[in-house]
């Protein structure tokens, strides 16, 4: 059913890109309820944030703290954000092998425009290099930085030239038609560079990456050329910042994306998964001694909310779900397997619509064989009728820069039920493919 844009909401509102909207009123466990009293299940996790499900339970916790204190000027300290702020030093320190400091922002993109500040106290405001296909935020500054040029366009903004490396998919077949993602012609990319520095900027501030680049298509870099292109550029003075935003809290597997390759970062931006969805949060994490007073002195960051004691009583009831780090390898291990089984069954059911499929911890992806993602998608998300009665509406994940991907990231709490409704949804939604 075609559904425009209210009257009293901006167009470019990124939830009405399609024609059927549901407006959402309940939600539970790995499910939503519309106001038709209809049923989805989610298995984007809200964009990547709900990885513990719609758990009413970590709010009515986190209200009982921030009760206490229902209100704090940003320029204040407390007990909890402290409390906080040092569990996360401790996780992410863990991980990286080195001591760091945690400094907090609201939400994912001004995380990624914090950590390009720290960079730019520590090393000077050079220039920045990403992936070709990588995406870290929709604000101007982090929209310059994004691989889409429609996230580039609206507002330009002066932040020193990007030089975006093209990067091979670990997951592509050695005969992929496409050169660009064949890992032998991106290291010879790199030894261009290396060799003569045609097309590299002179001063590089920082190598900004994701573990796994989500809106490019859930592709995962292969490891041989992150190192390669992490030593070379390291080497020059850059700093290594990996966005976290979508991969952090086992979302692929270890407790947070860098682990998969080995990287050892330099600054780590966390968001999504720290509030479960239910409040904007970010953790900007920087090895000793990035900000410390001497690099990032008192004052040279403050932001209003990012303090606020229900947000982080929620990051720290979320901290307490994801204590046992050993639970959560083994549940995402199982749920990788179950996620490769319903990629591969949905493939068996339509092969003439799927290309190759493949699963890496709580994500899974079809690569389809023409750009067909995004009327997949919408054949998935209406609840249909069946035998049994109504089979429910399925969200799945696909983006504009890679119209021939859908992705599966649910929470990763859900269950086998849900799990075969997705089944079930992707397969419907390939069918209508004809």
């Not at 850059?238 to 682990?259: K, M, Q, S, Y």
């Not at 050892?264 to 001694?289: C, H, Q």
């Not at 079809?366 to 998608?377: F, G, I, N, T």
Request: charged content about 20%.
């Amino acid at each position: 059913m075609k559904q425009g844009v209210p009257r009293f909401l901006g167009a470019g509102d990124f939830t009405y890109r399609g024609d059927f909207v549901p407006r959402f009123v309940a939600g539970e466990g790995s499910r939503l309820t519309d106001a038709d009293g209809r049923t989805y299940v989610d298995a984007e996790a809200a964009n990547g944030t709900v990885a513990l499900g719609y758990d009413a339970s970590l709010l009515v916790e986190a209200s009982k703290v921030a009760m206490a204190m229902p209100a704090l000027p940003s320029f204040c300290e407390s007990e909890l954000r402290l409390k906080v702020a040092d569990r996360l030093a401790t996780e992410v320190s863990r991980a990286a092998g080195a001591p760091g400091r945690i400094s907090f922002e609201v939400g994912g993109a001004q995380g990624i425009e914090l950590a390009m500040k720290i960079v730019a106290s520590c090393r000077g405001w050079g220039s920045v290099v990403t992936l070709q296909g990588g995406y870290h935020g929709r604000s101007p500054f982090t929209g310059a930085l994004s691989a889409s040029a429609r996230y580039r366009r609206p507002i330009p903004v002066g932040i020193g030239e990007v030089v975006r490396l093209p990067c091979p998919d670990r997951e592509s077949r050695p005969s992929e038609p496409t050169p660009d993602v064949g890992e032998e012609a991106c290291m010879a990319y790199l030894r261009t560079l290396d060799e003569d520095q045609s097309g590299v900027p002179d001063e590089v501030s920082a190598l900004l990456l994701e573990p796994v680049l989500n809106v490019g298509g859930m592709a995962l870099p292969r490891e041989s050329f992150l190192t390669a292109a992490i030593s070379q550029f390291r080497s020059s003075g850059a700093l290594v910042v990996v966005d976290e935003i979508f991969t952090g809290f086992h979302r692929v597997g270890p407790r947070f994306g860098f682990e998969l390759h080995g990287i050892k970062p330099d600054i780590v931006v966390l968001s999504k998964a720290l509030t479960n969805g239910t409040a904007g949060l970010s953790a900007v994490w920087a090895r000793e001694p990035l900000l410390d007073p001497d690099h990032f002195p008192p004052g040279s960051h403050s932001s209003t909310f990012s303090g606020t004691p229900l947000m982080l009583s929620v990051a720290e009831s979320v901290l307490d779900r994801f204590a046992d780090r050993g639970e959560w390898l083994t549940r995402v291990a199982d749920l990788e397997t179950s996620l490769a089984g319903l990629v591969e069954e949905a493939a068996e059911a339509v092969p003439s619509a799927v290309e190759s499929t493949n699963a890496k911890g709580g994500v899974a992806r079809l690569r389809l064989r023409e750009p067909a993602a995004w009327e997949v998608r919408n054949a998935a998300l209406e609840p249909s009728r069946n035998a049994a009665g109504e089979a429910p509406g399925v969200l799945l994940a696909s983006t504009g820069m890679s119209p021939d991907v859908i992705a599966i990231h649910p929470p990763l709490t859900i269950g086998e039920t849900d799990l075969t409704a997705i089944r079930d949804g992707l397969i419907r939604g390939l069918r209508s493919l004809g």
